[in-house]
């Protein structure tokens, strides 16, 4: 690990080396990136998604792009709204998006070669100077077999403002190409049907805007607060009061059976309730890029219909641009120790207790060490891991001078580096 956060300092410091400092209008004539053109004639705003229309050029792997060429991969209306939380404070922002219709109407479409969806994210990296970090590490989950987010760089125009290497990808969505599980409807109240398919996730309680529960068990740090549980799929209003309550007991059941007694129990303890293995691949994905986020923020879960595993499983990743070392708190810098016991909490975002139960557990370590020394001859392999770092430097070269033409940052202070 030591060896990746060194790494991402050697790219930015290449960067640093090329992009000018002074903020300049930039204008966009051709990219080896895929070119997304955004016109409104209103101002983006956090909520409600408006109304513009969106354009996307894209000749293939390998061909050029410019930007008087057609709109051959997406031409038509779009819903857009700013997203994120901290990252909204930001000047280069992030984007939410609907494709629609032309009467307005969610439209699955594929978009740079991505499956058929409507819903879909514009990321645009300001505090991870390296542009890569969220790239990189849905990149590798997904090599591991755990679904993450596929993602395609782009560079972004809207109305006729450049602003920068953009990375267009999946919203995290129940969805038989993304988070492929069950649908449950809204009278899915009985029985089998009500077991699934569910996602929920750990995340803040912030102006009570995301409806959930607070955990009845202490987090890892023994404080006031407790972990916050949000429903995402389905969510308010389509989620009916009895699977509320049966995702709700579900996870109490579980958490009970993981602090009693009986935790190692095959039949009685946790390992009932949820897909060991995703829980191991969660932890190391989390600690390879010892993210400060993971465990309590964006942490997301999802379950399936009993019929079908029934079991609790960790993932998809998300939101990995304070990783590898990019944030002063947190021990975020640090390339020793472990991210799942860090004695910290954030205005009540706090680590659960599950990780180090977990590992309390001779039989959950061992497979742990097995999966880890199997990962490290393959995906994990240093050269594989360095090798797709270097892949991606490459293909952004040219265009991060752009970036960074238009977003001065490289050494100056963006927080938390």
Same mark, same amino acid.
């Given at each position: 690990m030591r060896i990746?956060?060194?790494?991402?300092?050697?790219?930015?410091?290449?960067?640093?080396y090329q992009a000018p400092l002074v903020a300049q209008t930039v204008a966009l004539d051709s990219s080896n990136l895929a070119i997304v053109v955004i016109n409104s004639s209103q101002s983006i705003v956090d909520e409600p998604k408006i109304t513009a229309t969106m354009g996307i050029i894209y000749n293939g792997p390998g061909v050029r792009n410019y930007i008087t060429d057609a709109f051959n991969n997406y031409n038509g209306k779009i819903g857009i709204e700013i997203r994120g939380n901290t990252a909204q404070d930001f000047p280069k922002k992030s984007y939410g998006l609907e494709t629609r219709d032309s009467?307005?109407?969610?439209?699955?479409?594929?978009?740079?070669?991505?499956?058929?969806?409507?819903?879909?994210?514009?990321?645009?990296?300001?505090?991870?100077?390296?542009?890569?970090?969220?790239? *990189?590490?849905?990149?590798?989950?997904? !090599?591991?077999?755990?679904?993450?987010? @596929?993602?395609?760089?782009? #560079?972004?125009? &809207? +109305?006729?403002?450049?602003?920068?290497?953009?990375?267009?990808?999946?919203?995290?969505?129940?969805?038989?190409?993304?988070?492929?599980?069950?649908?449950?409807?809204?009278?899915?109240?009985?029985?089998?049907?009500?077991?699934?398919?569910?996602?929920?996730?750990?995340?803040?309680?912030?102006?009570?805007?995301?409806?959930?529960?607070?955990?009845?068990?202490?987090?890892?740090?023994?404080?006031?607060?407790?972990?916050?549980?949000?429903?995402?799929?389905?969510?308010?209003?389509?989620?009916?009061?009895?699977?509320?309550?049966?995702?709700?007991?579900?996870?109490?059941?579980?958490?009970?059976? *993981?602090?009693?007694?009986?935790?190692? !129990?095959?039949?009685?303890?946790?390992? @009932?309730?949820?897909?060991? #293995?995703?829980? &191991? +691949?969660?932890?190391?994905?989390?600690?390879l890029a010892r993210n400060i986020d993971a465990y309590y923020l964006s942490t997301y879960m999802h379950k399936n219909l009993d019929s079908k595993g029934g079991k609790l499983n960790m993932g998809p990743l998300w939101d990995f641009n304070l990783s590898f070392g990019n944030a002063y708190y947190a021990d975020g810098f640090k390339t020793d120790g472990w991210q799942y016991n860090i004695a910290y909490t954030l205005d009540g975002a706090v680590i659960p207790f599950w990780w180090c139960r977990l590992l309390q557990d001779t039989d959950f370590s061992a497979k742990l060490m097995s999966r880890w020394n199997d990962l490290r001859t393959g995906t994990l392999h240093l050269d594989n891991i360095m090798s797709y770092i270097d892949s991606m430097a490459a293909y952004l070269n040219e265009s991060q001078q752009r970036n960074f033409t238009r977003w001065p940052t490289l050494g100056e202070e963006v927080w938390p580096n």
């Open positions: 990746l956060l060194s790494i991402f300092a050697g790219i930015c410091a290449f960067f640093l009467l307005g109407n969610n439209n699955n479409v594929s978009l740079v070669g991505m499956p058929p969806e409507n819903d879909w994210i514009l990321y645009g990296p300001y505090s991870d100077k390296s542009l890569m970090r969220n790239v *990189l590490t849905y990149k590798l989950s997904n !090599d591991m077999g755990r679904y993450a987010s @596929r993602t395609r760089f782009c #560079e972004l125009i &809207i +109305d006729g403002d450049y602003k920068g290497v953009y990375v267009l990808m999946e919203k995290i969505k129940r969805d038989s190409n993304r988070v492929a599980i069950e649908k449950l409807e809204q009278n899915d109240l009985n029985g089998d049907a009500l077991t699934g398919g569910y996602i929920i996730k750990l995340d803040w309680n912030e102006r009570e805007a995301e409806e959930g529960w607070y955990s009845s068990y202490a987090p890892y740090i023994d404080v006031f607060e407790r972990y916050f549980f949000v429903y995402h799929s389905p969510k308010t209003p389509k989620i009916a009061n009895a699977q509320k309550d049966y995702i709700k007991d579900f996870m109490y059941d579980f958490e009970t059976a *993981l602090i009693g007694p009986d935790f190692k !129990d095959t039949l009685k303890g946790y390992a @009932r309730y949820i897909n060991v #293995e995703s829980f &191991i +691949d969660f932890l190391i994905s989390v600690e």
